[in-house]
């Protein structure tokens, strides 16, 4: 979708005139609309003329106090649909380098095509994908998470979670894997008065109570297979974000640091483990991991995002 279209898609859904948005906006944020006339915002809705990022992503926390959605006149839209939105190249871009957690196999090996997203409960190979991140994750944190094969197993079977896997003719090359906690388990994880092995499936949250999503593990072969993982990610928080409140993530690693640092997560804590190592949480309301200047960039500018 065009900026221009989603403009005055939220306009008519709020049932103004162009005449009533100016006055709104400028009442909302007079610095950032002080100098907005009706002519301009015609002009934004047809296309003529776009605002910048920064007023952009000012009409869309506008349109959030409004509605009360973390990213209005987007709810309707189901997974698949919000997948469309995203641009893969702006994708790779906001996920920057990582060395450690983005493999460099080669990309002309996967064809796009051909590549699947799925659910890990949904995979034949699910014991194989689940062997395989235990050794993953112990060569990365150390067994940090420090689950059994038996209850990881019981986390990706259980609907609340996205455990999302990338493959390709039935080879695996990527998973990113999320649980959807209740908000006051997520404050404990949060500020790590809990860790994820004291986790048990009472604390999921199901989809009639709102929840936050929790990440636990990404690994992904090369940039493109990472870039459709994280497509599947966001378009998943889009579609559900009716019923997700918070986002958040707890890392170990230099080079998940650089990972997320594109990315709206803002540090909350900081705790130095027995082994010397530093375990830090980040969190964001999902309303404002959504209205970003580079998230806002990947959806609403994806006709002049290249598709290399």
């Known amino acids: ?156 079977l259980h609907p609340s979670n996205s455990f999302f896997v990338c493959e390709h003719k039935d080879r695996f090359f990527g998973l990113l894997f999320t649980l959807r906690l209740k908000p006051e388990v997520f404050e404990k994880i949060m500020n790590i008065e809990i860790r994820e092995k004291d986790l048990t499936v009472d604390d999921f949250a199901s989809f009639h109570e709102v929840g936050c999503n929790y990440a636990i593990s990404f690994f992904a072969m090369n940039e493109k297979a990472a870039a459709l993982l994280f497509i599947r990610y966001y378009a998943h928080l889009i579609a559900n974000q009716k019923s997700i409140s918070e986002v958040g993530v707890s890392i170990l690693m230099e080079d998940s640091q650089k990972l997320i640092s594109n990315m709206n997560f803002h540090l909350h804590r900081e705790k130095e483990l027995d082994n010397g190592t530093t375990l830090q949480t980040y969190r964001e309301t999902l309303a404002n991991f959504l209205a970003y200047e580079k998230v806002v960039k990947i959806i609403l500018d994806k006709q002049e995002c290249p598709e290399g």
């Open 1 to 156: 979708m065009k900026f221009s279209e989603y403009l005055k898609k939220c306009r008519e859904k709020s049932s103004f005139t162009q005449e009533q948005l100016v006055q709104e906006l400028y009442l909302y944020d007079t610095g950032l609309f002080k100098t907005i006339e009706t002519s301009t915002l015609s002009k934004w809705e047809r296309g003529i003329t776009k605002p910048y990022l920064s007023r952009q992503v000012g009409l869309i926390k506008y349109f959030q106090h409004k509605s009360g959605k973390a990213l209005p006149c987007f709810d309707e839209y189901n997974a698949q649909e919000a997948q469309k939105l995203i641009c893969k190249t702006g994708i790779q871009n906001l996920l920057g380098k990582s060395k450690k957690l983005i493999m460099r196999l080669p990309s002309k090996m996967i064809e796009v095509d051909d590549i699947s997203i799925t659910q890990l409960r949904n995979t034949e190979m699910i014991d194989h994908i689940i062997d395989m991140h235990m050794d993953i994750d112990q060569g990365l944190n150390s067994k940090f998470a420090d689950f059994t094969s038996n209850r990881f197993k019981e986390f990706a």
